[in-house]
């Protein structure tokens, strides 16, 4: 059984930093590529950011480029969201999600219909 677990949320304050971890068990994540989004109150999930494992490939949303780090650690099946620098507009519940459908040459995608399964979420909310 395919399970992803998240966990780093917490309040912080603006311009602080909150790294997100997502592990991921019973399937290997070798040929997948995995992402974060978000969901804040009221809005549709967005994509922040997402890896392919293989390659390391990375793909970010333009909000958090240059703010946001998306890594992996191959020997724990885990995947990092390094967030620095957060705005109030960042507080969201984040998931992490698996797409194990993704073609060998194509880059990681964007859309929340195209991820196979999907964590429980872990809230981060930043104040002002």
């Known amino acids: 059984q395919v399970q992803l677990v998240e966990s780093g949320g917490g309040l912080v304050q603006a311009g602080g930093s909150l790294r997100l971890s997502c592990a991921a068990s019973g399937r290997s994540v070798s040929s997948a590529a995995m992402g974060w989004f978000r969901q804040a109150p009221g809005k549709e999930r967005e994509f922040v950011a997402a890896?392919?494992?293989?390659?390391?490939?990375?793909s970010y949303v333009d909000s958090v480029k240059g703010r946001f780090t998306i890594s992996r650690d191959n020997a724990k099946n885990t995947v990092y969201l390094q967030m620095n620098s957060l705005k109030p507009n960042d507080t969201a519940v984040y998931y992490c999600a698996v797409d194990w459908r993704l073609p060998p040459l194509a880059r990681p995608k964007v859309r929340p219909d195209e991820y196979d399964y999907w964590g429980q979420g872990t809230q981060v909310t930043v104040s002002s």
């Open positions: 890896i392919k494992w293989i390659s390391g490939a990375t």
